[in-house]
């Protein structure tokens, strides 16, 4: 069965360090990768999403950076983390349509 | 299109009632739907799918009507548990976009009280 892992599950940063998120899924082969955002209390935020290695859409413009060096393996960045930058980090993973979730990343940069 | 700057809205009812979570959709072209619920600190996780060749879809406990004329997807909880409190999403995955990615709608809050 797959599988999807996501790490750490709870980070605090303090402004202007760096950021890697990472994530990986087991069990499938050439996913589509996705990572959103999500603020207290609110909505899912499309941030990037990848449909091969190499291969990144950004969504929206950002402080943010993604990449996928391999094929199940999604790697969230930044250079410099800004307090908005704080939130819910989901990925997730899909074949054909329907998407499945890791745990999440609850970021806090102080 | 994504509202991810909007509270969410909040549905209670008592335990033993039925629930009715409704979303709107933008897309005509979005040919395929899921619903997933998202408990308190962790991921969405999916309850239910539909495709737009259907109308209604049932699984256990759960019911999803989609009306395509009006662009609205309804989620249906039978004999509402205090575990189905949590926050359900609505999303699309709009067929002219490849599949390749989710859209998400606003969310509403599920609570409910014994």
């Known amino acids: 069965s797959q599988t999807i892992h996501q790490w750490p599950a709870t980070l605090v940063q303090p402004v202007g360090s760096p950021l890697s998120l990472e994530c990986t899924v087991e069990g499938t082969s050439n996913p589509n990768l996705y990572w959103y955002r999500q603020a207290a209390g609110r909505g899912l935020q499309l941030l990037f999403y990848s449909v091969g290695i190499g291969q990144i859409s950004s969504e929206v413009p950002q402080n943010l950076s993604a990449s996928r060096p391999q094929d199940r393996q999604f790697i969230l960045s930044s250079k410099k983390l800004l307090l908005s930058d704080s939130g819910f980090y989901l990925c997730?993973?899909?074949?054909?349509?329907?998407?499945?979730f890791g745990q999440g990343t609850r970021l806090t940069v102080v | 299109g994504e509202s991810v700057g909007l509270h969410l809205p909040t549905l209670s009812v008592q335990e033993g009632d039925n629930s009715i979570i409704n979303c709107a959709y933008s897309n005509s072209a979005s040919d395929y739907f899921i619903w997933y619920k998202q408990e308190s600190g962790k991921g969405p996780q999916f309850i239910i799918d539909?495709?737009?060749?259907?109308d209604k879809r049932q699984g256990q406990r759960v019911t999803v009507l989609l009306n395509k004329t009006v662009k609205h997807l309804s989620l249906q909880i039978a004999a509402t548990q205090p575990g189905d409190s949590a926050v359900y999403f609505c999303a699309e995955n709009p067929e002219n976009t490849g599949f390749q990615k989710l859209v998400f709608g606003t969310g509403t809050r599920l609570l409910v009280s014994p």
């Open positions: 539909i495709r737009s060749n259907m």
């Open positions: 997730a993973w899909s074949v054909v349509a329907k998407a499945f």
